[in-house]
């Protein structure tokens, strides 16, 4: 089997293309892709524990920490002790991460948008069925191909 024919090759190739497309964007605004999802990932009135945002995105909690550090330096970011659980740290935007989040957020719709007007409905919905079943497919509890 050719790798153009496997499944995983198409997914990885097809992601790697949007992350440089992303990253290509967040550059004009001094960023890249990962510090988009995260920002994307905080709730812009509330915050979001520190705790809940790899998991969304599914970053490292190492690679999170960094990143949030560097967001945090940049004054993009700032942590707050939660008001009724002081053991829970939560992360807030700034303005300034208010507007890289605005960014984000537009550079995504305008991509979503641009594949919508090119890809009929009936065929994006067959392929988020097909993701779909991929995704539970592998994330069946095993970590292991059976």
Known sequence: MKP???VDYNIKAAWHAIQRMY???ASKHSSTAAAGFVLLNIDAQN???ATKIAPLIGLETRSLTR???SLEENKIIYRASDSR????VRIFLTDLG???REAARETVLKFNHRIRERIA???LSIFFEVMNDILQSTD???NEIA
């Open 4 to 6: 153009n024919e496997t």
């Open 23 to 25: 990253n290509a964007e």
């Open 47 to 49: 915050g979001t524990p």
């Open 67 to 69: 990143m949030l550090k």
């Open 85 to 88: 659980d002081k053991r829970l």
């Open 98 to 100: 208010k507007e890289k």
């Open 121 to 123: 409905p009936e065929k």
């Open 140 to 142: 069946n509890g095993k």
